[in-house]
């Protein structure tokens, strides 16, 4: 997994391999069945080659503040570069999703040779190669369309155009020679096809619109280029048609070896989109933040009075779980699913993020106000925590087991707290006299039940003495920044520590699963707001470190550095930004 780099344009993303290959790209959308997914199906997944035919060293990286991938494959007979990219247009995004590899010669005489293979979609389609129009290509599969257009290829060998074959031909780069493989794609609409030429200068287009949004891009401060690599990763997940922000760009990447928890991360939770927005507002991107915040608000009236984890990325309630059985899994670790089954749960958490992420857009951003309509909405929000917050609940993990989890407490507490905030700014109906009292409450359940003084730790819920790296989320969230939580951080270590500044999630999970990213920088993120900021900076530089080679993050690394579960995961890159602001704001 760690060999990957993404490519994405507001609609979709793609996974591209060391070996030049993308084995990950649901089109047009991304939660879309995805017609090439070798990631998933080493078999009938489809991929998209585009390589060297000899043997060759190979150096990769993103052109500087974009998401570009530039690719230099050195051969004993000459060196090419490769810029791939999910491009824009003239106007900004595509209304169709449209791929582009430009390989241009540096030196010497380079055989590449490019391959497009198309897969079953999980067993939903049967794709055919339209031969129709000899010079571009067609895959179709059911509604889905896919052109294949070249340029410049000299003389390719033959193509072969069966139904049920990939098409594809060689070529031979020489200095300053440039060749384009390009590919478009539209569900249920026309296609257009474009001009190869046109296409290898979209290249130098979406270069420049990268390089327009990473100026707007307003942090200086320790790893700098650590936290502009996961504003531009987040940057990815950002489903523009809509606002919303997809949790990963994948479905059923394992989260342990054994299998069984492999989920389908393409949708928007809340949690995820609640700590986006706060990090993005404190960097000025204010249309992100306002396409985020208005879609998360449109998705909770179309769907009230319940507040959901997570949502579709067209804003609809998810409701269903399809398991592809005949679908292997990554290294053959299945199942393979569409749909999370953690939709019906009851997570309390969630209030304290929603309101975290009104409370950022009102109080982080100038010239923000919320309508009344979302006042009165999230007035009545409130009161319901007030309702609920004693009731048990899956807490953060998704667990099965319904308890009293102090985070779920905490986060109701956050809520409330916000509530009480936004009251006062005059941005939602004024109910303080009954959220004030409820709130004090919920700081006296936790003092009496959450804290173990044996332990001396926030446990994971009464009676139980199991730690649970989510309470550190509530240093930043206000909390508690005292003695306490620093207690907590030093048991949490001793317990859960991995090493290099990891941890597990919970207790029990060193035995199931792989230390999980974004808790060794919730950790650090807490460090720093209980005032040990020296420690924090240390385990920080251990952290970034874990990225790969092109400054991406996954859910879960093992202690050997492999990833694990699904990528690239926006939490992690969520958790890196928050932990680099809390030392650079709080050191």
């Known amino acids: 997994m760690e060999d990957h780099a993404a490519l994405g344009d507001g609609r979709t993303v793609a996974l591209v391999d060391r070996h030049g290959t993308i084995d990950w790209l649901p089109l047009p959308g991304l939660d879309d069945a995805p017609l090439f997914a070798r990631l998933l199906d080493e078999q009938n997944g489809g991929c998209v080659e585009l390589a060297p035919v000899a043997e060759h060293r190979m150096t990769r990286r993103y052109v500087p503040d974009t998401n570009v991938l530039e690719t230099r494959y050195e051969t004993e007979h000459g060196v090419v570069r490769v810029r791939d990219a999910l491009v824009t247009g003239v106007a900004g995004r595509l209304p169709w999703a449209e791929l582009v590899r430009r390989v241009e010669g540096v030196e010497g005489r380079v055989v590449m040779q490019w391959r497009v293979a198309p897969g079953i979609a999980f ?11 000899a010079e571009r290509g067609i895959i179709r599969a059911g509604d889905l369309s896919v052109g294949i257009v070249t340029g410049n290829v000299g003389a ?25 493989l390009g590919l478009s794609a539209t569900d249920d609409e026309p296609l257009h096809q474009p001009d190869p030429l ?39 997940l950002i489903h523009s048609p809509s606002g919303a922000i997809a949790a990963a760009a994948t479905t059923s990447l394992p989260e342990r070896d054994a299998g069984e928890k492999n989920w389908d991360y393409r949708l928007a939770w809340v949690r995820d989109l609640a700590y986006t927005v ?10 992100e933040t306002h396409a985020a915040l208005s879609w998360l608000l449109r998705s909770i009236k179309a769907s009230a009075p319940d507040l959901h984890i997570f949502y579709r990325l067209d804003g609809r309630v998810d409701g269903e779980v399809t398991e592809h059985e005949d679908t292997a899994g990554w290294n053959g670790i299945g199942p ?20 975290g992420i009104v409370r950022s857009y009102i109080a982080e951003a100038e010239g923000n106000s919320l309508d009344i309509a979302t006042g009165e909405l999230l007035a009545d929000i409130a009161d319901r925590v007030c309702d609920r917050w004693r009731s048990r609940d899956s807490g953060m993990w998704e ?18 707290d ?37 332990r001396g730790a926030y446990t994971m819920w009464p009676g139980s003495s199991e730690l649970d790296a989510s309470v550190l989320l509530h240093a930043p969230s206000g909390f508690d920044r005292g003695e ?67 400054g991406l993050l996954a859910e879960m690394v093992t202690v050997d550095g492999a990833f694990r579960g699904n990528f690239p995961q926006a939490l992690s890159h969520l958790a890196l930004i928050d932990a680099a602001i809390k030392i650079r704001d709080l050191g």
């Open 123 to 133: 067993g939903t389609r049967s794709p055919w190669i339209d031969d129709r129009d």
């Open 156 to 180: 390719p060998d033959p193509v072969d155009h069966s139904p049920t074959d990939a098409i594809g031909a060689r070529f031979r780069t020489s200095p300053g020679s440039v060749h384009v």
């Open 198 to 236: 046109r296409a290898g200068d979209a290249i130098d287009r979406t270069i420049a619109a990268w390089r327009a949004w990473s100026t707007e891009f307003a942090y200086e401060g320790p790893w700098r280029d650590a936290v502009q690599r996961s504003a531009l990763a987040l940057k990815l």
């Open 278 to 287: 706060g990090a993005l507002v404190q960097f000025g991107l204010r249309e």
């Open 336 to 355: 393979v699913v569409t749909g999370n089954p953690a939709g019906a749960q009851l997570q309390l958490g969630v209030y304290g993020d929603l309101f």
């Open 399 to 416: 667990l099965p087991e319904t308890r009293h989890y102090t985070s779920s407490k905490m986060g109701c507490w956050q809520a409330l």
């Open 418 to 454: 916000a509530a009480i905030d936004l009251a006062a700014r005059g941005q939602i109906v004024d109910r303080r006299d009954r959220w004030e009292p409820e709130r004090e409450r919920i700081r006296c359940w936790i003092d009496e039940h959450g804290w173990d003084e044996r």
């Open 484 to 550: 306490r939580m620093s207690r907590t951080i030093d048991a949490i270590d001793a317990e859960l520590g991995a090493g290099g500044g990891r941890l597990w999630r919970y207790t029990g999970m060193r035995e199931e699963e792989h230390p999980f990213v974004a808790c060794g920088f919730w950790a650090t993120a807490a460090l720093a707001c209980v005032g040990r900021v020296p420690e924090a900076r240390g385990r920080m530089d251990s952290l970034v470190g874990d990225a790969n080679d092109v």
